[in-house]
């Protein structure tokens, strides 16, 4: 597969994030997979905002901070909306209606950014970005509520340097609901049953071995893996006063800095790490 050598070396490498702000709309009219107690803003902003403080602050990222928009309560969830591998950009085709018109701010934060984009107008493709787990190999690509196989296959063929899998995905909402990669080969992967059954998926379907870091939450899978030039391996995972046993385990990675982030507010909407940027990684001009 062409594009192999310099992805893999460079696989977590970032200079840029996308972000947006959150809308006092999430509290009450953000999607939910279960009910239940209701998001505090001003605490969903100090976290967020701890959150972008660390990609800016503590790792020297280009941060683009897109303003809320009440009408849009899911749309601090920018990953959903944007594929970014290199130099493009895939628009995504949310799977849910309310959230279609998010893509339209994403689109000019990428276009200022001078990547090559893709937008996806296929009216049978449904695509959410949660789905997509890029390894710096290949895409594997959850089905679930959200994403299709049409979605898939337009992801395919916009990236078509990189093998593209598909994964089931029943009991969570999206695919890195329970995994993500904490490594160049490390799959970061839930203890529960639905987790380690996809694993086994994706294991199945690569003819590529991945090492593979067990945490005992599922929601504490979801990590963001980072190559900064000046720090090293980072890994950005869910606090220690959230998940203490899935904590225990990251800090068995010695090689990596670890910076623990809470989520526990946006984790009532389904959000998680993950969920909250884009990351992109420019070549210099």
Known sequence: ??????????????THAVVRALPESLCRQALRSVAGPEVDFARAEREHQLYVGVLRGKLGLQVLELPADESLPDCVFVEDVAVVCEETALLTRPGAPSRRKEVEAMKRALESLNLNIVEMVDENATLDGGDVLFTGREFFVGLSRRTNQRGAEILADTFKDYAVSTVPVHDSLHLKSFCSMAGPNLIAIGSSEAAQKALKTMQ???DHRYDKLTVPDDAAANCIYLNIPSKGHVLLHRAPEEYPESA?????????????IAATELAKVDGSLTCCSVLINKASE
């Open 1 to 14: 597969m062409a594009g192999l050598g310099g992805g893999l070396t460079a696989f977590g490498r970032c």
């Open 204 to 206: 199945q379907m690569s």
């Open 248 to 260: 225990k385990v990251f800090e068995k990675l010695k090689d990596h800095m670890l910076i623990p």
